[in-house]
């Protein structure tokens, strides 16, 4: 649902004097700095708490970290302009979300998403994360659908696997015409895009 993540959390580690991979290597390849985010995301810390160790771990202020860390971060138009178009048309369409919190930074307000979804499942709420079935499930029986009914787009390969197996279509987004490519499959009219920096 936003523009892709890279540039904008790039330019954060740069304007903080750190190597531009500092924030993934962080949360993605530091034991701690992935144990705090996965407990982050099943809402088993807050983010305040979740600001201040990962801090530690960068070695820079932990005020309000992940807001500014993603201050630049946008919704992107043509996932806007597509959710819209697909609600108009009569589709249920539901956020599923590994949360990073919503206090004191929430992403979704922030990013101006979380009134175009009739249903929002997000990890820290419900206790499990993508890629686990059960919050697919609850996804699911959220709608008031089957999965065979469903239509499943993420930005993560991993994510999409328990999703087909549940029998639910996927989609990877991927690329810059991603809202085009779902129009279609849903028998929506095409969905301009912008080009991805």
């Known amino acids: 649902m936003t523009i892709p993540l890279r540039a904008p959390i790039h330019a954060w580690c740069t304007s903080q004097g750190l190597p531009v991979d500092a924030w993934a290597n962080a949360l993605g390849s530091h034991p701690t700095g992935r144990s705090l985010y996965m407990e982050l995301e099943l809402g088993r810390m807050t983010q305040a708490e979740w600001n201040t160790a990962t801090a530690m771990l960068l070695g820079v202020d932990p005020d309000n970290l992940m ?3 993603h201050a630049q971060v946008r919704a992107e138009p043509s996932m806007v302009a597509l959710a ?4 108009q048309a009569g589709l249920t369409v539901a956020l599923l979300s590994n949360s ?3 206090d004191p930074y929430d992403p979704y307000t922030a990013t101006g998403v979380w009134e175009l979804f009739d249903h929002h499942v997000i990890s820290e709420v419900e ?3 993508k890629p686990d079935p059960r919050i697919y499930e609850a996804t699911l029986e959220r709608m008031g659908l089957v999965a065979d009914q469903c239509l499943f787009v993420d930005d993560t390969a991993a994510n999409l696997l ?13 690329g810059p015409d991603i ?3 779902v129009a279609a499959l849903l028998d929506l009219p095409p969905v301009s895009y912008t080009a991805w920096p």
């Open 100 to 102: 990073y919190g919503r």
């Open 162 to 174: 328990p999703a087909q197996m549940l029998g639910i279509g996927t989609v990877l987004a991927d």
């Open 179 to 181: 809202a085009r490519r």
């Open 67 to 69: 807001g500014r860390v």
């Open 84 to 87: 819209r178009r697909a609600r």
């Open 127 to 129: 206790g499990v994360a």
